[in-house]
């Protein structure tokens, strides 16, 4: 997968280079290209905004500026564009295997009051494009969301989680961890300050685990997320509920 991001900030982008995605980058399964959106201003003060039609507080960003940016790199090649805005599209587990599923993407992150919408309308003919939020709080730009979901997306490429079933049984994965989050997790040792770990997982009984796994899923889905909880089957809710 190639990776393009466009930001006035890109050394934000510094995290990229460690941990899984940065292995992922050197084995080459991972293409990420980072731009410096400045480099596309024609000014001595390198501007990148202005004032925003209709009056209001804060800065708009240029589409000129971003116009020549999203030109420059993309050529006349078609990547998924995705730019992170609070007024976005929910960015979920599902979104997230979708757009791993992209030969290329590509992201324009925002600041200020956010860019000039004639930006989004200008490639949607060419372009799929994503507005996409990460959650409902107002981050300064979009670099943060950016990492959030070059994060969220790499670790879902083939090669990179060290074991590939770790991402079958995420959170909100799609299938049987769909609308529901993980339960809890234990190593060892069996006995902390006098915490003990479950007995049913030193059993070594591969179906009780399962079960229970399962079953601490869905209690802590319904304390935690009674919005997903309220998403499941009333079957499976009302198997649980007996036991919650
Ligand atoms: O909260 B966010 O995800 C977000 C995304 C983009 C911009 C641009 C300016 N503020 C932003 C906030």
Redesign the pocket.
Known sequence: MRLDIISIFPEYFAPLDVSLIGKARERGTLDVRVHQLRDWTHDVHKTVDDTPYGGGPGMVMKPEVWGEAIDAVIGDGAPRLVV???SGRPFTQELAQELAGEPWLLFA??????IDSRVMAEYGDRLRVDEV???D??????EV?VLVMVEAVGRLLPGVLGNAQSAVDDSFAPGSMRNLVEGPVYTKPPVWRGHEVPAVLLSGHHGKVARWRRDEALRRTVRNRPDLAAELDPETLDKHDRKL
């Open positions: 992170p805005t609070p992150c925002g600041r200020y009051e956010g939020s990460i959650g709080y107002v981050l300064a730009g979009g969301a």
